[in-house]
Nanobody, 118 residues
Framework: QVQLVESGGGLVQPGGSLRLSCAASGRDFRFYVMAWYRQAPGKQRELVASITRTYSTNYADSVKGRFTISRNNAKNTVYLQMNSLKPEDTAVYYC????????????WGQGTQVAVSS
């Protein structure tokens, strides 16, 4: 069982930066593929970025060059550094952990709100 707790969301002006954190409890964090998803009002949840156990990363086209995902296995934490934020980045951001061994090993955090507005 893994519990995920996100933090770092808030209100920021366009062009600003935020860093989201996701702290994981439980065992074997280093074996999980970690990801950030987001869901804007009236839209489907979408993948923002992911990082594998070997530190390979993947990004949505809309955030490439602006967002960076990283992980610290010693701290059981995954981060999302978000720069050059745009109003269209406004959404609830969710942390996801996937052991890639069946749906029973997929976990979600409660979400953290990011609002980009002047």
């Amino acid at each position: 069982q893994v519990q995920l707790v996100e933090s770092g969301g808030g209100l920021v002006q366009p062009g600003g930066s935020l860093r989201l954190s996701c702290a994981a409890s439980g065992r074997d964090f280093r074996f999980y593929v970690m990801a950030w998803y987001r869901q804007a009002p009236g839209k489907q949840r979408e993948l923002v970025a992911s990082i594998t156990r070997t530190y390979s990363t993947n990004y949505a086209d809309s955030v490439k060059g602006r967002f960076t995902i990283s992980r610290n296995n010693a701290k059981n934490t995954v981060y999302l550094q978000m720069n050059s934020l745009k109003p269209e980045d406004t959404a609830v951001y969710y942390c996801n952990a996937d052991l890639q061994n069946g749906p029973q090993y997929v976990y979600w955090g409660q979400g953290t709100q990011v609002a980009v507005s002047s």
